[in-house]
C-alpha cells in the first residue's frame, strides 16, 4: 500500500474479502509483439510481469465478502497502468460467466487508465465486450458494485465502474473519463476526483479504506435477499385521531411536531445504506440536489428482510429526488427487491429552475417506474400528499395513510384561487375536495389507516 489509495490487486482484495480462489484462466495467447505488432510490447508485458507478478491487469476469482459469496475483479494498476486488452477481455468476460452461472453479485475493485494503446482498436472494443456481460448480469437479476481505487479513468470507469449498481470510491481517488494528461490544460484537477463524482450524483458514497469491509459486506447482504412478499407499511408514529374536517386535516399534516419520513426509517430499518443522485448530474453539490427525497435499501427490524425505499421529507420535491427515487425503483425491480415509498410533500418544486432541470420529464420518468415495477410496491402517506407531486411515488394499489396525513388534487388553498373563491372559502374548499384520510378510503384511493403499535401488531382502520 501507498497513500490508502493505491492498492494492488491482491491487496484489494485481501482488504474486502476472505478465501479468495482465481478463476481459471482461458488458454489465449498474443501474436508477437500482439495486434498491431507494436515493437517491443512483449518485452513491455514481461517488465509488467516480472514488476508484479501478475500475468494481466486483471486478477479474477471467488471470495466471500462476509457472509456473502462474491466474483471480485481486481484490477493491478502496476501491470501497463490496469489497461484493457484483448486477454483483460477474455478475463472479464469468463468473469461474468461465471458469476451468472452461480447466480453470485460482481464487485469491481477498479484501478484503470483505460484501455491498451499498444493493441489499438481490438483493446477498445473489449469495452462493448465488458458492457454486453454486464448487460447479460443485470438481466439475470444479479447486483454489480464498484470500488474506485486510484486511479479510475478511461473506458475502465465508462463500463465497469460508472456502469454498476452501486458506486462506492476511496478517498482522493483520480476519477474521470479523461486521464491526467490528455486533459485540457486548463482543466481543473479537482473535478477529476471521487468527491467530485459523489458531488455530481456519479457515485453513492466516499468510503475511508477503514471502513470500506463493513460498508461493501452490509450492500452485498442487503443486494442480494430478493423476496416476492411486499414491504407491510410502517404503523403511524404521530396522533391516532382521524381528523373531523379537511382543514383539520392539512393543519395536521403541516403541524411542525409531527413525525417526518427519517422517523419513520428509523423505526423501521436496523441497518440502511444510501443511494446518492440520479446519475445525470444532479447530486449533492450541484445546487440541482434534492436532500428531501432520500433513497436506499435497508433491514427491515422485524424480520430482517431487506426493503427499498424513496422517501419525501415534506418539501417541494425537485427534479433530482424524483430521478433519484426512479433510479431506486428499477434497481429494486431489477434485484428482486420490494419498495417501501413514504410519501410527504406539499407537491413538486415549480419554481423556474425547477422547470430548467425537466421537471415534467423527471416526474414522468418515476411514474414509468412505478407503473412497470415489478416487484412489490408500498406506500404510507405520512404527511402532506401535494397533486402528481406525491401521486408520482404512490403504489397504485397498496398505497396507506397515517391519521394526520392528507392527499389531494390539490393544496385548498390553490384550489380556492383557481376557484375564484375569497379566503374565508378555504376551509369549505378542503371539506368538498375530500382529502381526509378516512374520505380516501371511502374513495378507493387508498387502502386503510394505519394505527400505532399494539402489541406488535400495526392495526388499521378502513375509514
Known sequence: MTDGRRFTAREAIGLVADGFRELPVKAGAYAPDGPLSWQGYDASRARAAERTGEEESVVCGRAMVGTTSAVLISFEFGFLGGSLGERTGDRLEAAYTYAREHRLPVVSL????????????????QLQ??????????????????????????????TLGAGADVILALPGAQVGFAGSRVRPPDADPAAYTAEAQLAVGSIDAVVPPEELPDVLKLWLRLLTRPSTTPAPPPPALGRADLPATGREAVDNARSPQRPRAQAYLDAYFTDR???TGDRTGGGPGTGTEDPGMLCGFGVRAEDGRTIAYAAQTGTATRPTGYRTAARLIRLADQLGIPVLTLVDTPGAANDAEAERQGAGAAIAELFAAVASSRTPLTTLLIGEGGSGGALALSAPDNTWATPDSYFSVIAPELAAAILKR?????????????????DLVELGVVKGVVKGVVKGVVKGVAG
Request: no cysteine; net charge positive.
Open 129 to 158: 465486450r465488458v458492457a454486453r456481460q454486464s448487460a447479460l448480469t443485470r438481466e439475470a437479476g444479479l447486483p454489480q458494485l464498484a470500488v474506485l481505487r486510484d486511479p479510475t479513468t478511461g473506458g475502465g470507469w465508462a
Open 273 to 275: 445504506v444510501s443511494i
Open 110 to 125: 477498479v484501478a484503470t487508465g483505460g484501455s491498451r494503446m499498444q493493441e489499438g482498436m481490438r483493446a477498445l472494443v
Open 422 to 438: 375569497t379566503p374565508d372559502q378555504v376551509t369549505e374548499t378542503a371539506d368538498e375536495l375530500r382529502i381526509r384520510p378516512q
